[in-house]
């Protein structure tokens, strides 16, 4: 057996992290600008007016561009859980594998079928015919995003399943609870609709430039109307859906609060930090330093965000290390790290005793050693973690992530109200300085998608399975400098690929929507 | 009744199935390791480009519902195989990322690199992506270095590595390509590809000079296809297998093994050999007759059914399909790699939905293909031409 080596799981991290984030530069914008071009189409259809199908055109080369890059590195990511997360793929893939499969069976298929008739059968197929398509493309796309969310969010919240030691994994019992689960639900609305937002404010910032060029000013007007109603709305979707996302981060991940907040001591009616600077002084989860300085702060508001009660006990990240807690929905006292560490190792002990009594054939054995892992199991993962602090995720990551997140959310409403007021007046095109923001806003959109990934993703650090498998236990046996060519090598590549992207829309853009 | 080995070879035909539709979608990596040899001019080149390009991603698609499906119904495989020949899997995925955004972008203004770079890309994806899918997939037969041991999960706190899957060569995949029947096999998949990929241009194409280089160019491919996959098939047929001994699931070498199977499981053999036959028709009637314009569909059913027979071949009758050389009894049966009973039973509902899936895109397909493809077509009328 191999030397378990430190940096391979770092590496390991990185390229995953690598590919994930350049692929959700991606996606959001394939789910928002497709929804924007087939209501564009939708248009066009409906009243007969060509304005709206050059329109929707142009929005088609653009999404063509931006789609290809998507499938990319979509590749890439799927392919990772056993390129590079072997023992994962197989420890939770009799449940992790089917929405992937169906991911491609009912979505993909979808998608690709749909695109061709989409770009290629303006003068094909009917009218009827063709906007089917174009809606069916975005459904393909919105329904792959379902089954991946459904997926991820079964690793932050692991249920429907149980852990059968004669196959040494996990195997899914109930199917319908991976997909109904309030965490998959409201995780897969929070992504899409942060993708629609994503959509809506590139078309307006794109229409934005056209109307301070003084270019295409008909279309720009028509694309920038129809982007800000559809990101107004989006944008609150949003702001509700994250409100929920809050909410079961409290119940499912108490330590991932407590890192978005910077909250290493909890109490009653805990306040919500709106803005501070985490306190590089502090270097222990146990010190008495103040982990935030300068706080802006929301009396009792984090409690009731995450327990929908003012007064709630929020635990802090001490807090859930000592344990001996109790919260409003859990009368139980919570377990200290050590406790959960000594079942986590009791479970995996009995686990080795349990296959040596399989071979040995020692039916009596068997069953008590299975009983000894039934009753640790929930907390299988803590068998590997060493001390406290490896349960901790970045807090200064996570926590700037979540606060510039939440005030970029709170800005792009702000930003579709005042172009919406002014698009009613009928005096947008005079608002030289609103044009600006909403041209310089298209970074943010995706800036703002990125951290909520990085919230998502970093913050459930250490676990790729909740509580149940750490990354560590979770890696390809392969050698450090294989990850680290491969790294490399997608790194260049994205990043080339990226620029072309860039690149084409640009001129595409300037180009404009005429030709069409 | 459905059992739970029902379940298993029902979901291993879904993956041999699979692989042959994407044996016969290679037809795209094949066309596009031709576009700077068929096409000798810009014209040319572009409208084999276009064709090709309103295809592709059916190519891509499958192969990620090839990988998707591994992985949901034999999970240990994807995390032995992928994890373990990382290189040989690292490199397709490359082939195939550069792929996906070079019809797109090659001929766009600002698309940073230059036309006959995103060709090359397409180039590369035509003859590495084949070759190494062949070589990848010849494993199956040939075996590969690999032990799985699931106690060492309990590994923690330590030193050891708790990876339940070890590969046994350092070079982690690549070590496929020092053997010879690995090379044979990689070779037949490019030639194949290359082989329909002609036969869809002669169904797709209007363009004389194109046309009139088809001819030589099917010969000339079809040729090597053959030598190389009848050199594989019956040096396979009378080689050792891996066979699993009924009862106590040991792993044994049985001599001829795959012929046995295809013996004991006639109906395979007869599969097998319509296929060939099927595959052998388009080619040949193709190449008699220069009007005839749809050998493509006669070796790509040809294919897919012989590709999928090799596939169960592999996996059924007491066969391991993916076969451990360091140690015999580590290698990978439907049994012992496969999801549970439960999971399997939920992927073979929602498996119930591909006839629907294979009538839209048929429908899809004909809407865009009512007439063939000119140059004139892509220059004048297609607003999204590549």
Redesign the interface.
């Known amino acids: 057996m191999d030397l378990l080596d430190v940096s391979l799981i770092n590496w390991s991290r990185a390229q995953f992290a690598l590919t994930a984030m350049y692929h959700w530069l991606f996606v959001p914008l394939t789910l928002g600008l497709g929804i924007i071009q087939a209501i564009m189409e939708t248009i066009y259809v409906k009243t007969g007016k060509e304005e709206w199908k050059k329109a929707a055109k142009f929005w088609m080369t653009v999404f063509g561009i931006n789609f290809a890059i998507g499938v990319a590195t979509g590749i890439i990511l799927e392919f990772q859980f056993g390129t590079n997360w072997s023992n994962y793929s197989w420890f939770v893939g009799d449940i992790f594998g089917a929405p992937l499969a169906i991911e491609g069976i009912l979505a993909f298929f979808m998608e690709a079928t749909f695109i061709s008739i989409m770009f290629f059968g303006w003068n094909k197929v009917s009218k009827g015919w063709h906007l089917a398509a174009t809606w069916l493309t975005i459904a393909g796309a919105t329904i792959s995003a379902l089954w991946i969310l459904v997926a991820n969010a079964w690793m932050q919240n692991p249920l429907g399943m149980q852990f059968n030691p004669a196959t040494v994994r996990n195997e899914m019992i109930d199917f319908w609870s991976l997909l109904s689960s309030p965490v998959a639900i409201n995780k897969f609305f929070h992504a899409v609709t942060s993708g629609w937002v994503l959509g809506a404010i590139f078309v307006a910032g794109v229409s934005a430039w056209y109307l301070l060029k003084k270019r295409e000013v008909d279309f720009a007007k028509r694309s920038i109307k129809v982007a800000s109603v559809f990101g107004l709305v989006a944008t609150l979707l949003v702001a509700y859906t994250g409100d929920g996302s809050a909410y079961h981060v409290a119940q499912k991940q108490p330590m991932k609060l407590a890192v978005m907040e910077g909250l290493y001591k909890g109490q009653q009616g805990t306040p919500l930090i709106l803005m501070g600077i985490v306190n590089p002084a502090k270097e222990k989860y146990n010190d008495n330093v103040e982990p935030v300085l300068v706080p802006l702060r929301i009396p009792k508001m984090l409690s009731f965000l995450g327990y929908r009660d003012f007064n709630a006990f929020v635990p802090g990240i001490q807090d859930i290390i000592d344990g001996g807690y109790t919260t409003i929905n859990d009368t139980t006292k919570a377990l200290s790290f050590e406790q959960k560490k000594m079942m986590g190792q009791t479970a995996i002990n009995a686990l080795k005793q349990y296959k040596e009594a399989e071979k040995a054939n020692d039916t009596t054995a068997l069953a008590t050693h299975k009983a000894v892992i039934d009753a640790n199991y929930k907390y299988f993962g803590y068998g590997y973690l060493d001390k406290p602090e490896d349960s901790i995720p970045n807090v200064p990551l996570i926590f700037y992530s979540f606060h510039l997140m939440v005030v970029l959310g709170f800005f792009f409403i702000a930003l579709f109200l005042v172009i919406l007021f002014y698009d009613y007046k009928k005096i947008l095109e005079k608002q030289k300085w609103l044009l600006w923001v909403a041209l310089f806003t298209i970074p943010l959109g995706y800036l703002a998608g990125e951290l909520g990934w990085i919230v998502a993703e970093v913050g459930r650090q250490p676990w790729a399975i909740q509580d149940v498998l750490p990354v560590q236990a979770a890696i390809s046996s392969i050698q450090t400098s294989s990850v680290q060519i491969t790294f490399f090598l997608f790194l260049v590549l994205f990043t080339a690929l990226l620029i072309a992207e860039v690149r084409i829309m640009l001129k595409q853009i300037k180009k404009g929507p005429a030709e069409y | 009744m459905i059992t739970y080995s029902f379940l298993q070879h029902y979901w291993w035909f879904l993956i041999s199935l699979l692989a042959g539709i994407l044996s016969f979608l290679l037809f795209v990596q094949g066309g596009q390791s031709m576009i700077f040899s068929l096409g000798k001019t810009e014209d040319q080149r572009r409208l084999l480009v276009n064709v090709l390009g309103?295809k592709w991603?059916?190519t891509?698609?499958t192969?990620?519902?090839f990988?998707?499906?591994f992985?949901?119904?034999f999970?240990?495989f994807?995390?032995?195989?992928?994890?373990?020949a990382?290189?040989v899997?690292?490199l397709i995925?490359?082939c195939?990322?550069?792929q996906?955004?070079s019809?797109?972008?090659q001929n766009?203004?600002?698309?940073?690199?230059s036309t006959n770079t995103y060709r090359s890309f397409l180039f590369i994806n035509g003859l590495l992506g084949t070759f190494l899918l062949g070589a990848a997939i010849a494993t199956f037969f040939t075996g590969s270095e690999f032990t799985v041991?699931?106690?060492?999960?309990?590994?923690?706190?330590?030193?050891?590595?708790?990876?339940?899957?070890?590969?046994d060569n350092?070079l982690?995949g690549l070590e496929a390509l020092f053997d010879v029947r690995n090379w044979l096999f990689g070779l037949a998949v490019f030639f194949l590809a290359r082989t329909l990929a002609v036969l869809f241009f002669k169904n797709r194409l209007n363009n004389n000079e194109i046309e009139s280089r088809l001819h030589k160019v099917l010969a000339v491919n079809a040729v090597p296809f053959l030598v190389f996959f009848l050199a594989f098939v019956i040096w396979t047929l009378f080689a050792d297998g891996f066979a699993v001994k009924p009862g106590t699931n040991e792993v044994f070498m049985e001599p001829m093994k795959y012929l046995n199977n295809l013996l004991q499981m006639p109906l395979l053999l007869i599969c097998f050999l319509v296929g060939v036959v099927l595959v052998l028709f388009g080619i040949i009637k193709s190449f008699l007759k220069d009007s005839w314009r749809k050998g493509i569909w006669y070796a790509g059913a040809g294919t897919i059914i012989t590709v999928t027979t090799l596939f169960l071949v592999a996996g059924y009758n007491g066969t391991a399909y993916y076969p451990s050389t360091s140690d015999l009894q580590s290698s990978l049966t439907i049994f012992n790699s496969s999801?549970?009973f439960?999971?399997l039973k939920?992927?073979s509902l929602?498996?119930l939905?591909?006839p629907f899936?294979a009538v839209?895109?048929f429908f899809?397909w004909r809407?865009?293909e009512?007439t063939h493809t000119s140059i004139e077509e892509i220059n004048e009328?297609?607003?999204?031409a590549y």
């Open positions: 309103k991603e059916y891509f698609t192969l990620v519902t990988g998707g499906a992985f949901a119904s999970p240990l994807y995390s032995t195989s992928f994890g373990g990382y290189w899997w690292m995925l490359f195939f990322t550069i996906a955004v019809y797109e972008y766009k203004p600002g698309r940073f690199f041991n699931k106690q060492n999960i309990t590994e923690f706190g330590g030193q050891l590595s708790p990876v339940i899957s070890q590969w350092p982690h999801s549970s439960f999971t939920v992927m929602v498996s939905l591909i899936i839209y895109i899809a809407a865009l009512s009328k297609d607003s999204h």
